[in-house]
T-cell receptor, first 113, second 119 residues
Framework: NAGVTQTPKFQVLKTGQSMTLQCAQDMNHEYMSWYRQDPGMGLRLIHY???????DQGEVPNGYNVSRSTTEDFPLRLLSAAPSQTSVYFCASSYRTGSYGYTFGSGTRLTVV | AQKITQTQPGMFVQEKEAVTLDCTYDTSDQSYGLFWYKQPSSGEMIFLIY??????QNATEGRYSLNFQKARKSANLVISASQLGDSAMYFC????????????????FGQGTILTVHP
């Protein structure tokens, strides 16, 4: 199993550009989420989904959009990149029940200049 | 209000000794789960251990154990016999609510503790 696959691993954007961070999982997990990690602030939830067609906002959703058309994929769209969105982004997925933790992707390091 | 508090920005331990990383949490839910993750310098997030709010015994996974004190709302990670490879950032996280509820889909993280193991 590939687990959670994030692409790209690195990206540099100019202010105002848009892009999509891809996330795919092959474990049939119901729950998927996007986090950003900034120094000294831990991981903060951007958006999450409890199943195909269902998404909700997390702690820091502004400037980001998500959709979940399939169980496997949960892309994160940056609408108009800003320097404040420079961060490391993690996608994660989990089963609906049980003691399983979230499985994380390897992360995307995004720099907005 | 902070839901997960890790008060130790950095900790140092001698190789082969035990170390405790502190975590306190805040929730009004009766059903919740507590997790610890390790993030080495390479950046990946590694799941270490889980404790459910209804679990009566402390969770253990190899050299990792979770000291769960429900009344005090603390979930400290104990690493026994530290190894050089344990040097990393450690995050405590909480999942609130019952399975199937939408809040169950979210993890809330603390700010992390950097552990350095000295030879």
């Amino acid at each position: 199993n590939a687990g959670v696959t994030q692409t790209p691993k690195f990206q540099v954007l100019k202010t105002g550009q848009s892009m999509t961070l891809q996330c795919a999982q092959d474990m049939n997990h119901e729950y998927m989420s996007w986090y950003r990690q900034d120094p000294g602030m831990g991981l903060r939830l951007i958006h999450y989904s409890v199943g195909a067609g269902i998404t909700d906002q997390g702690e820091v959703p502004n400037g980001y959009n998500v959709s979940r058309s399939t169980t496997e994929d949960f892309p994160l769209r940056l609408l108009s990149a800003a320097p404040s969105q420079t961060s490391v982004y993690f996608c994660a997925s989990s089963y609906r029940t049980g003691s399983y933790g979230y499985t994380f992707g390897s992360g995307t390091r995004l720099t907005v200049v | 209000a902070q839901k997960i508090t890790q008060t130790q920005p950095g900790m140092f331990v001698q190789e082969k000794e035990a170390v405790t990383l502190d975590c306190t949490y805040d929730t009004s839910d009766q059903s919740y789960g507590l997790f610890w993750y390790k993030q080495p310098s390479s950046g990946e997030m590694i799941f270490l251990i889980y404790q459910g709010s209804y679990d009566e015994q402390n969770a253990t996974e190899g050299r990792y154990s979770l000291n769960f004190q429900k009344a005090r709302k603390s979930a400290n990670l104990v690493i026994s016999a530290s190894q050089l490879g344990d040097s990393a950032m450690y995050f405590c996280a909480m999942r609130e609510g019952d399975a199937g509820g939408t809040s169950y889909g979210k993890l809330t993280f603390g700010q992390g503790t950097i552990l350095t193991v000295h030879p």
